[in-house]
DNA sequence: CGATATTTTGAACTCGATCAATTGTGGTGG
DNA sequence: CCACCACAATTGATCGAGTTCAAAATATCG
């Protein structure tokens, strides 16, 4: 057990104006509405790295948007073990259980500083009823977790190490379309892919040697994708 | 590839009816609002063990409900293995993906005879305007998908080949409450837990063996729950 | 700069995969 | 009804990728 650095919380329209551009899909509706007609706060939340959002079987009716950052669903096995289901960046939603009064399913933990949207259950529903076509926004957002989750299980729970680690390099790769790569630790991505941390350490290492990976800072990379997509695709 | 065995395809209001009362979660609307209002058919689809419902980046705009049987969703990797997703069975919702004009994400796979309702988006759109609440109920299945997509990662890709097959013989046997437990050919098992097809068959060999399952008919076995939780769990 | 945590590397071992052969099970037509 | 065939399940023997346990090297932070 770590101790959680307590999360800063504030009140910020300005941030949620900006939100609700990038993120049009979910926030259409509220944009039409106005912030003026929400009674509940919308409020932002502020994570350090290590410190959790939300944990399992909380109950606290706040849906999220993670406005910047990286974040990790994680499930516990009875043995203690655990398994990160998902991963989430820029705009993705967390919490979507709320809305059908469910408790959260997973500890949600911050993997980097993590800027956070939180929109209370209640100002959903409100929203649902004054502005009915938003449910098709969620609805999307739920698929999109689905689609998720499907991925997640065929890339990282088949193939060998080499492969899975080439997928987990590609995934972390892709949102900043240069070559540039920002690495976890070893732990983390070990329990992404199903592996043991020396394992993972083991075939890093060899990626390097191979060229495929150049470091450039202490945890950001270059890569070949290229080569690892061959590798990830079990072609050599 | 096999030969698909042709869907029988039928109307059949009373049967529909018949489910509405079994699934009310997702008709309640529909019985308020009366078959008769609806202008696209609702129809019936019998599939034999082995048919195909649908295919991956298929569309077809259709929404599927499991009134009785067994279905699997199957995912594909470049390199050609196949993964099972997930397991459907009665009143689980299929082809949800169709109502965020997605095209289908899997291939759906009779396991067992299914009797299957088959509904036009379209019918959920119209009843979506006039009952808004049924978004509620839609986004409920959702978060139902989710939790077992969720669970299935963790309970079927860790663990040693034991725990991985008790968990999945519990998952089999858990419908009818009482000992009894059907099972699936060793090929289907094997793609659920991540394993190979004589892994699993070894595997049941051994908890045969012990003790733990009893053949009552060809497909028909007898289980010791108790136990088979233990060993889940990683105890013993 | 020392102390703790994380990563890397090494060596032995193990579980499940793989390859191959045998037995069992429907299903079909003679 | 039985003989036959194609296919599924079982069993055996071997092999190897990844785990495990342990130690060294490196990074992190007060």
Known sequence: MKSISSPTIG????????????????????????????????????????????????????????????????????????????????SDALGLETLVRQPYQHDAIALTDCDICAIPADVIDELGREQPRI???????????????????TQFTTGTARQRVARLLLRLACPASDHRLRLFGREDMAAMVGLTTETVSRTIA??????LLRDQD???????????RRIADGEE
């Open 11 to 90: 009140s910020d329209e300005s941030k949620c104006l900006h939100c609700a551009i990038r993120d049009s899909a979910l926030f259409a509706g509220l944009e039409e509405l106005g912030f003026r007609h929400i009674h509940q706060p919308i409020e932002t939340v502020i994570l350090a790295p290590r410190a959790f959002l939300y944990r399992a079987q909380e109950r606290r009716d706040t849906l999220f948007t993670l406005r910047s950052g990286a974040m990790k669903l994680v499930q516990y096995l009875p043995d203690g073990s655990q398994r990160i289901v998902r991963l989430l960046r820029d």
């Open 135 to 153: 449910y098709q926004a969620l609805m999307a957002r739920w698929q999109q977790a689905l689609n998720e989750a499907d991925a997640w299980l």
């Open 206 to 211: 060899e990626l390097r040697r191979q060229g």
């Open 218 to 228: 202490a945890h950001l990379q270059n890569c070949d994708q290229e080569t690892l």
